[in-house]
């Protein structure tokens, strides 16, 4: 409750279709409360039963919903970091020689994936890898500044412009290099 004229008080009330916020006296305030008529609302002409309850009810849901997104983004945080231990994990094992394919350690990875696994050159072993790390094609392209698309079409055997192939194999030897 405010009072905005010498000594009369006024409830502030913001109309359900236009939001905006509208004020009327505290005695007008209590007959509505008490008979449960409607107001008008003088920006949009929206009349509306006046419910006290109403507007409570709607702030409710307003703080639920917000409670709700916090709830999300503090899962969707807590998930980020696991995804990222994950990923560094997987990444110093590969960094240490171990094949993602067969689990055992290598001491040149290159050489054994060139000579055991000659089926992962290029796209199969870039996507095994992304997989392994966890990676999305999204998340890979941002890591190599490459454009998104491009990692989905080298994996699917495509052609791509020669920098993104370049990227895509510096990126590769690093991984496979201990």
């Not at 309850?53 to 970091?81: C, F, G």
Request: with cysteine.
């Amino acid at each position: 409750m405010s009072v905005f004229s010498s000594g009369i008080e006024f409830h502030v009330i913001s109309c359900w279709s236009c939001t905006a916020p509208y004020a009327i006296n505290d005695v007008l305030y209590q007959e509505r409360h008490k008979d449960g008529k409607g107001l008008w609302c003088p920006s949009c002409g929206v009349s509306a039963v006046f419910s006290p309850s109403l507007q409570d009810d709607a702030l409710q849901q307003a703080r639920r919903d917000a409670a709700y997104q916090r709830t999300r983004a503090i899962a969707a945080e807590r998930k980020s970091v696991e995804v990222n231990k994950q990923y560094i994990k997987i990444r110093n094992r590969i960094r240490k020689g171990m094949c993602p394919c067969c689990n055992e350690v290598f001491s040149s990875l290159a050489r054994h994936m060139q000579t055991k696994h000659p089926e992962f050159g290029g796209p199969e072993l870039l996507k095994a890898l992304r997989e392994a790390y966890g990676l999305t094609q999204v998340a890979l392209a941002k890591e190599l500044g490459a454009v998104a698309s491009y990692v989905g079409r080298y994996e699917a055997g495509k052609r791509v412009p020669s920098y993104t192939q370049r990227l895509i194999a510096e990126w590769l030897s690093k991984q496979v290099t201990a």
